[in-house]
Every structure is written in structure tokens, then in C-alpha cells.
């Protein structure tokens, strides 16, 4: 479901998706944390600005850099261990918004339910936003492939929560 409203050269896209992963919610949760993500995203390095900062407690900042080499300040707004993270995400001069994930418990795992509330702030953010928009559910399904490839191979996971 895509939502979006132009006004002076940004735009708004509200983007929903979700995939199964074959993890409880308490493993699948540390996956989509500011450390957990370093386990499987190629290139995710997030630098925190405070010294053994949580990437769970709420107020939490730290920030990545997109494939453009653009700053990405991020902020955990909420956080309910296991269960959901709401992050504010703002891509400097770019892209503002949030980012939640949810997890649902299954009979053989959970499934992981994300929704993007992003804003572009240029014309050509906007056209960025809306390439995103258009191939979200690829996005995610290759998250999902990116997790299963990295635990075929043995790869280390976090503790979980």
C-alpha cells in the first residue's frame, strides 16, 4: 500500500510489507537493531555518539551512511523487546521519517511486519523515494533472502532479547 501526497518538489510515501523468517520473535527482533543489522547488511557501520550507548533504549542515537555516502541520523523512538522498534530516520537534507517493525509469533517462526512513513525534502529525493516506493516489496524480500543466506552459511547471530 503506497500513499503519496506531492507538495513543493517532496513527497510522502507510507509503505507497508512484511515476510516469515524461521526465528522466534526474541532472535528475529535483535536482527533489526542498530547492531543487529551489522550481522547481515553489507555495509551497515552505525556509529554511536555516546560511549556503550543501548541500541534498545528509547532516545537512542546513532547514525549510518546510505550508498551515496549520505549521513543517516537515526533515533529509537520505541522499543518493546521481541515485539516492535519504531526508529525516526533522517536522511540529511534528503529523506525524514520512521521506521517500525513488528513481529508476530507463528506456528514455525514469526513474521516480520515493517512500515516506512518517509518524506522527501527535494525533487530528486522524491524521485529517489519513489524508486523505493515502487520496488519495496523486493526490498524486503531480499532482506528476507540476505537472513536466510546468512544463516545457511552459519553466520553469527545476536543474543537474543
Sequence with gaps: MTSDHHT???????LHGSFALS?????AFRLFTARG???WVPGWVPRFFVEGADDLEVGTVWQTQDDDGRPTTWVVLDCEPAASVRYARVAEGWTAGT????????SDGCVVHVAYDLTSMTTD???DLA???DGCA???AEWRATI???LASGGAMPDPV
Design 148 to 150: 536466510l543466506d546468512h
Design 99 to 106: 521506521v517500525a517493525v513488528e513481529f508476530t509469533e507463528t
Design 131 to 133: 524508486r523505493f516506493a
Design 125 to 127: 529525493a522524491a524521485a
Design 8 to 14: 513543493a518538489g517532496g513527497s510522502r510515501a507510507v
Design 23 to 27: 526465528l522466534s520473535r526474541r532472535e
Design 37 to 39: 543489522e551489522e550481522f
Design 138 to 140: 523486493d526490498y524486503l
